[in-house]
């Protein structure tokens, strides 16, 4: 027996999906792929394809929190991501979880979507969100058309981010896909001030699951003990990287392949 494990855990909270391109699947995949143990909490059950949400179930409040509870004094867990929350009942089941755990970094994508549509997030739950969980965040991971939702008096991104700083997270990352520009260009904001911009290739083709991937490298790497702003970057060259080698298994998105570096490829 090992009483010393050399994987570090993360705990991630979100919702299953069928066609294992996003939520919880893309998280374990995401997670293992960069050497951490994920201890899985579903938040909701969905049913979707690679085209479109269908339909999902949040999971009861009190069963979510059995499940964290029961992992988080069994093992070390080292990072928390959270991913779709499913209800404002869940999402304060998540706070009261984190208010006891206040020195684990935690990563928050903020969902209001899936991303081949379908709602995912009510009103109500994006007030709760913004009021219980962005003030616990270490790094918080909208994209442009979240930031826009959780602010919608800012009249640009950077005042976007300045917004939601002031609602308590440490570092949020502004991610661009869904802008009109040639490249993608992801912002790290800290400190009441932009600190970091990142300029990615835009490649071809819409993809299932890069949110959550993203979230879950970081997390990864916080849980590995890296400080925030060089897991930031690193995420994101992980991320693109499964974006480029992504590949197609249904009739909608593209899925990221989280396992391209085992693949044995030149390039």
């Not at 959780?150 to 991104?157: G, V, W």
């Not at 490249?183 to 001030?193: A, D, E, I, K, P």
């Not at 879950?216 to 990287?241: C, D, F, K, N, R």
Request: aromatic share 6%.
């Amino acid at each position: 027996m090992n009483d010393n494990p050399s994987l570090p855990i993360a705990m991630s909270f979100a919702g299953t999906d069928p066609s294992g391109g996003a939520g919880l699947q893309a998280d374990i995949e995401t997670l293992a792929s960069m050497g951490v143990h994920c201890a899985p909490v579903v938040t909701a059950v969905t049913a979707q394809d690679t085209s479109k949400l269908l339909r999902y179930e949040a999971m009861g409040a009190p069963l979510l929190v059995e499940q964290a509870r029961a992992i988080l004094e069994d093992m070390p867990v080292a990072a928390i991501k959270i991913g779709m929350i499913g209800s404002v009942q869940n999402a304060e089941a998540i706070h009261s979880i984190l208010i006891d755990y206040p020195n684990l970094p935690v990563v928050l994508d903020p969902l209001i979507s899936a991303g081949g549509g379908g709602e995912l997030a009510s009103e109500e739950l994006l007030d709760v969100m913004a009021s219980l969980l962005f003030p616990l965040t270490t790094v918080l991971t909208p994209n442009s058309n979240e930031a826009r939702a959780f602010a919608p008096e800012a009249d640009t991104l950077d005042a976007c981010a300045m917004e939601l700083l002031e609602m308590g997270s440490d570092y949020v990352l502004i991610t661009g896909s869904h802008e009109a520009t040639p490249n993608v260009v992801n912002s790290l904001y800290n400190g009441h001030r932009i600190i970091e911009t990142y300029t990615w290739e835009r490649l071809p083709g819409n993809y299932h699951g890069s949110g959550c991937t993203l979230a879950a490298a970081i997390s990864a790497l916080l849980a590995q003990g890296m400080e925030p702003v060089t897991a930031i970057h690193e995420a994101q060259e992980y991320t693109w990287e499964t974006l480029k080698h992504g590949y197609r298994p249904g009739m909608g998105q593209m899925i990221p392949d989280r396992f391209f570096w085992a693949h044995g490829d030149d390039d």
